[in-house]
C-alpha cells in the first residue's frame, strides 16, 4: 500500500503515514499511488537540442544520441557552404593590374541557388532536432529506457 499523500510505501496495517503523517484510515486505504519514477538517464531539452542545431548544423542531433545523423548534417553543412562559397567567388575575375574586370553572374547565381537550398536544411535540422528530443523523451518515460 502506498500513501495517498506522499506516495510512500506503508505498512498495510499502519494508521497513519511514517513519512507525512496523514490518516491512512479515513477511507483511504485502497488508494494505490505509484512512486515518483525516476529515469536511470535524464530527459533531453528540446530547447538545448533546438539551439544547439541553431549554432551548428547537427550538433543538436549528437546531443539527442542520433550521433551518426549529427555527423552526416556537420558534413553536407560544411560540403554546401565551401560549394556556394567557391561558387559565388569562382565568377570573380581579376586582371594583372589587380582590378575587377568582370564576374560571372552565372557562378553569383548558382551559388546563392546553393545557399538558400543550405538555408532550407539548416531550418529543417533545427525542428528535426527538437522532434528527435521529444521521441527520446516520450520514449524514456513510457519505457525507461533510450528509444537509441
Known sequence: MYCPNCGTETNPDSEFCQKCGTNLKEGMRNTCVPPNVTYALPLKSTGLAAVLSFLFTG????????IARGIIFVCVGVCIGILSTILMLGGIEIDTNGELTAYTISYFIAGAAILIAYLVFWVWQIFD??????QYNDALRQTGNPPW
Request: charge should be positive; glycine fraction near 14%; charged fraction near 5%.
Open 129 to 134: 532536432a527538437h522532434n528527435l528530443a521529444n
Open 59 to 66: 550538433l543538436g542531433q549528437v546531443y539527442v544520441g542520433k
